[in-house]
Each structure stands twice: as structure tokens, then as C-alpha cells.
């Protein structure tokens, strides 16, 4: 596919949650947001950097349940971070305003700090390294089914759910 053509990102995300428990000033106090509109019950939000991923809003919804997993539901919500040290830097701040974080784990591709908001969304902290190309290079990302160590034992059983992918070329074949 064209890069002109390809999906770069998703424009930002929405938080639904029963009122605002202080949601909206973690955002801007915390997290480098900044309040750029508000109407009704929903507040937006955007960062500083500019580009996709950048916008968040807030749904503040009275008796609004707290979410579940389950079809059709997201498990949290992740932001950039684009070192290590970035990622730390703002892990403490967190931690020194009185939130729990977990440490970083180490996800292969990347590494991870979760912690809940306010309002009890799990956000996620990410570095953008080491990246997809840790083991197989860019040209071929997304022609197999690569797995983190921790969930290789499981492949068969992982394979068998995933829909077949068909790449859009003459000769590909059907990855599982």
C-alpha cells in the first residue's frame, strides 16, 4: 500500500465516565494536555505534539457504569512515550502525586507503565522502543505471526483464532 494511502494513526480517543473525579485536571496537570473545547458533557483535550494520536476527550455521563471486559470494549488507553527516560520522567511525576504505577514490563516491542486515572481508566505509558523490527525486518512485517517469548507455547492454540489475512498480492499466501 501507498504511505500516502496508509493508516498512520487514529485521530485520538474517548473516556466515558460517571461525572469527572478529577479527570479533566490530571489531564492538564500531569499528563502535558490542554483543554481546548468543551460542550455539554463532553470536554476535549489535546498535547502539545502535534499530529495523530494527539486529541483525548472527556464524556462525563451520570450513572455511567464502570466498563467491563467483553466484546466491544477497550481495556485502556496508551500514550507515547519516546525514550526510556521520558517514560520514567513522567512514571515518577505520577507516582509523586499519589498514584500507583506498576513497574516497567517489558512487552518485547516495547516497554510499559499502567496506572488508573481519576476516574479509574487504566492508561498505559509506551516507549516507542525497541520497535517491530526487534525480530524480523520492515519489509516483511506483517507476512507472519510473530509472538513475544511469553506467548509462544500458546501459538497453535493463538493461530487457530485468528482470521486468515490475505495480502493484497498475487503471489502471497494466507498468514495465520
Do not use: C
Amino acid at each position: 500500500m501507498p504511505a500516502q494511502h496508509a493508516v498512520r494513526g487514529l485521530h485520538g480517543g474517548t473516556i466515558w465516565e460517571d461525572g469527572d473525579r478529577g479527570t479533566a485536571e490530571f489531564l492538564t496537570a500531569h499528563l502535558g494536555f490542554r483543554q481546548i473545547g468543551e460542550e455539554g458533557n463532553r470536554l476535549r483535550f489535546e498535547t502539545a505534539v502535534e499530529g495523530v494520536g494527539t486529541v483525548l476527550d472527556l464524556r462525563r455521563v451520570g450513572g455511567f457504569w464502570r466498563g467491563a471486559t467483553g466484546v466491544g470494549t477497550v481495556h485502556h488507553v496508551a500514550f507515547r512515550a519516546p525514550s526510556d527516560e521520558a517514560q520514567l520522567a513522567l512514571r515518577a511525576r505520577i507516582e509523586q502525586v499519589g498514584f500507583d504505577t506498576t513497574p516497567v514490563i517489558d512487552r518485547q516491542y516495547f516497554r510499559s507503565v499502567y496506572f488508573r486515572e481519576p476516574g479509574g481508566v487504566l492508561f498505559e505509558i509506551a516507549t516507542d522502543a525497541p520497535g517491530f523490527t526487534v525480530d524480523e525486518p520492515a519489509p516483511d512485517l506483517g507476512t507472519h505471526l510473530k509472538l513475544p517469548p511469553i506467548y509462544e507455547p500458546m501459538r497453535d492454540r493463538i493461530a487457530q483464532a485468528l482470521p486468515p489475512v490475505r495480502l493484497p498480492h498475487a503471489h502471497a499466501e494466507e498468514i495465520r
